[in-house]
């Protein structure tokens, strides 16, 4: 399993746009990147996967250089409701072993 | 559609009693997964299934069994509860081929 690093927590102001970065440097050729996002109490929810360049859906976008050791993951225009805890995963296949890590905290400012 | 649920919400136990944990999933979903998260942690995989009758060990798998008899149900099993399997429990659920995992409410546990 490709391990993967980010910040422990961030702080950004109302309506800013916020990047949080994952680095996996051991990413393998056939890893999908994958966030989810959680609030206090709750199980996580999905946000976006990619595999290179870049993916964008409705709540964010995903950013993945060419050389996949790193992704961002984009929020424009964060809220109060955005408060939470991100992950960043790699994993090979969908239904195997993957480790969530312990986030990036994103506390949101007004 | 309920989603995944999950049975009981919270759960005392004494140390070295059993319980099992219940996770249903009424999206026909082929894979389940059962994680544990501790206070200001990540979480941590102990079993999955990739489909009916099967399961497989995950991070965690010490202390806890598993039994995947009917595609919608995954249950999760502690034969003799420790204090160090205090924590909450989530189960998930995803398509086949997907990695978008859906999650429950969870289930806290504490054992004393």
């Known amino acids: 399993l490709a391990k993967t690093t980010q910040p422990i927590s961030m702080d950004s102001y109302e309506g800013q746009e916020v990047n949080i970065t994952c680095s996996h440097n051991n990413i393998a050729t056939n890893d999908y990147i994958t966030w989810y996002q959680q609030f206090p109490s709750q199980g996580p929810r999905f946000i976006i996967q990619?595999?290179?360049t870049k993916v964008t859906n409705e709540v964010a976008s995903l950013f993945i250089p060419a050389d996949r050791k790193s992704s961002t993951l984009s929020l424009p225009r964060v809220s109060l409701s955005d408060t939470a805890v991100y992950y960043c995963?790699?994993?090979?296949?969908?239904?195997?072993?993957?480790?969530f890590g312990t986030g990036t905290k994103l506390q949101v400012i007004p | 559609n309920a989603g995944v649920t999950q049975t009981p919400k919270f759960r005392v136990l004494k140390t070295g009693q059993s319980m099992t944990l219940l996770c249903a999933q009424d999206?026909?979903?082929?894979?389940m997964y059962w994680y544990r998260q501790d206070p200001g942690m990540g979480l941590r995989l102990i079993h999955y299934s990739v489909g009916e009758g099967t399961t497989a060990k995950g991070e965690v798998p010490d202390g806890y069994n598993v039994s995947r008899l009917k595609k919608q149900n995954f249950l999760l099993g502690l034969e003799s509860a420790a204090p160090s399997q205090t924590s909450v429990y989530f189960c998930?659920?995803?398509?086949?081929?997907?990695?978008?995992?859906?999650f429950g409410p969870g289930t806290r546990l504490t054992v004393t």
């Open positions: 995963l790699v994993a090979p296949t969908p239904g195997q072993k993957v480790t």
């Open positions: 998930a659920s995803s398509y086949l081929l997907s990695y978008e995992q859906y």
């Open positions: 990619g595999y290179k």
């Open positions: 999206m026909n979903h082929e894979y």
